[in-house]
Structures are given as C-alpha cells and as structure tokens.
T-cell receptor, first 110, second 111 residues
Framework: DAKTTQPPSMDCAEGRAANLPCNHS???????VYWYRQIHSQGPQYIIH???NNETNEMASLIITEDRKSSTLILPHATLRDTAVYYC???????????FGKGTRLHILP | EPEVTQTPSHQVTQMGQEVILRCVPI?????FYWYRQILGQKVEFLVS????????KSEIFDDQFSVERPDGSNFTLKIRSTKLEDSAMYFC?????????FGPGTRLTVL
C-alpha cells in the first residue's frame, strides 16, 4: 500500500504556482520522497526527489518539512501542459520498485 | 535526451495467444522494470530486473509472464497465454541514481 496521502484533485489557474501537498507521517529516516506525474495515457514522468533538504530543478521545487512528515511540490508557473495526475511516493532503496497510489489530479485552468 | 522506447505502441491479440512486448532501456542504466495499468486504474508494478535476473516480482507476475534481456539493448516481457484481463497499458522503465524513466507504453488488447 502507498504510504502517502494526497488530495484527489486540485485546480490551479494558468500562470500561477501550483502547490501540491503530500502527507507521509510514517516515513522512515532512510526513505526518500519522490514525485512523478502521468499525463493522460503517457508513461509516468520523474519530477524531483529529496531526503531532507528542499530541492529545486528545472521542473519544480520540493519543500520537505523539518519533521519530514509532509512535503509540497511546487510548479512555479503552471501551464496547461502541467495538467496530469501527480504522485507522491516514499521509497527506501533508490532502485526499488515504485508503488503508485491514486495521486492528485491537477487541473490547470486557462 | 535519451529515452526509453517501447514497441509496438498497440498490440491486439486473441485470448490464449502469446505476446512479446519489447523495450529498449536507456543505454547506461542497470535496473529495468515492467509495470501495467488497466484502464482507469493505478499503475501496478510487475517485475524488476538487474544483472540478468529478476530481482523482485509482484503477485501479478505469475508463471504466464517472463522477462528477458536477449541482447545488450532489448528488454522483453512475454505473456505466454493471454487472458482478457491482461488487457492494459504496459510500461517499461529503466533506472539510474534513483530516478526511473518510463517508456510511452504498449497498449495490449486481448479479444
């Protein structure tokens, strides 16, 4: 079973920042937080991951709380192409299988 | 940027027939995976493969399924005798530094 809790859906206006929350209250000290997304019928796409510190790449930022029990994925300037299902995943081994939950369906509104 | 490729994009078969789904992982990756997604449902893990052997498999991956890396580039999933419930999108993935990269998928339709 997935170890994370995410809202089933969210809306965001185009051009605004999309902030997607994730709760992972039972996360262990050696587990990473990963974010993937799946645009309709395509293969899942890696976005970002982190252990303790906040992370940023060309796609998004990941903010992890100090107690590591929750995190937020931030898409700084959402576009219509960011409409997708976003999955927050915790994993121990870096090459472990991914267990996908139901994710958050993000709708970007024009 | 390198990407995982899969062929065919769509496979239609009769129940009881064998199918082979093909994947070309990213060339310097060492870990390979197959997942499936039944229409409207979650993406489900099937099997992981490392160093020319299965490292983990799920309950779904029964004796009807097998995987192979026949040469240095291809990674295949074989279903020996397809069932109606095998109809799904099948995704291949390969991994480096903790990041899994997924292919575009093969849509398998079993009639």
């Amino acid at each position: 079973d997935a170890k994370t809790t995410q809202p089933p859906s969210m809306d965001c206006a185009e051009g605004r920042a999309a902030n997607l929350p994730c709760n992972h209250s039972t996360i262990s000290g050696n587990e990473y937080v990963y974010w993937y997304r799946q645009i309709h019928s395509q293969g899942p796409q890696y976005i970002i991951h982190g252990l303790k510190n906040n992370e940023t790449n060309e796609m998004a930022s990941l903010i992890i709380t100090e107690d590591r029990k929750s995190s937020t994925l931030i898409l700084p300037h959402a576009t219509l192409r960011d409409t997708a299902v976003y999955y927050c995943i915790v994993r121990v081994g870096r090459d472990d299988k991914i267990i996908f939950g139901k994710g958050t369906r993000l709708h970007i509104l024009p | 940027e390198p990407e995982v490729t899969q062929t065919p994009s769509h496979q239609v078969t009769q129940m009881g027939q064998e199918v082979i789904l093909r994947c070309v992982p990213i060339s310097n990756h060492l870990y390979f995976y197959w997942y499936r997604q039944i229409l409207g449902q979650k993406v489900e893990f099937l099997v992981s493969f490392y160093n020319n052997e299965i490292s983990e498999k799920s309950e779904i991956f029964d004796d009807q399924f097998s995987v192979e890396r026949p040469d240095g580039s291809n990674f295949t999933l074989k279903i020996r005798s397809t069932k109606l419930e095998d109809s799904a999108m099948y995704f291949c993935a390969s991994s480096t530094e903790g990041r899994q990269f997924f292919g575009p998928g093969t849509r398998l339709t079993v009639l």
